[in-house]
């Protein structure tokens, strides 16, 4: 039985009886020997619904490269820029770029936009530069 093949046992056995732990990392740990094609038939197999971790390393390895450039893209961007697409709640990048916002703000750089930004966002978001701003003084 290949490692394919006992990912995929394991897959359907899950989906009714639930993951075992050491089945789970067993199975997470055979990943690294799979080709793209095994990793791509896994991953939108009908019986990986309820496997989220095994799931989530699966796409870790199919699109390790591009989620490096997005971040890579994301840190380089200016405060401004960062600014302007964290108002854009629909590119997709909204939680990387409050982490590297809050980084940012961390280091002490850009805090006055940083602040004003949050302070126009969600409640958590309010709530977070709140926190800090009280915790600096």
Do not use: P
């Amino acid at each position: 039985m290949t490692d394919y093949e006992y990912i995929l046992q394991q897959a359907r056995k899950a989906h009714y009886s639930g993951w075992d732990d050491a089945e789970l990392r067993k199975c997470v740990g055979m990943l690294e020997g799979l080709s793209r094609e095994q990793l791509f038939a896994l991953y939108s197999s009908r019986w990986m619904k309820d496997a989220k971790i095994l799931k989530d390393e699966i796409f870790r390895r199919l699109f390790a490269e591009q989620l490096g450039k997005r971040e890579e893209r994301i840190k380089n961007l200016s405060t401004e820029e960062l600014i302007e697409e964290f108002r854009d709640k629909k590119s997709g990048n909204v939680s990387l770029i409050r982490s590297e916002m809050q980084e940012r703000y961390k280091a002490g750089k850009d805090k006055a936009d940083i602040v004003n930004a949050f302070m126009n966002s969600n409640k958590s978001d309010q709530k977070w530069i709140k926190a800090q701003m009280k915790d600096e003084q």
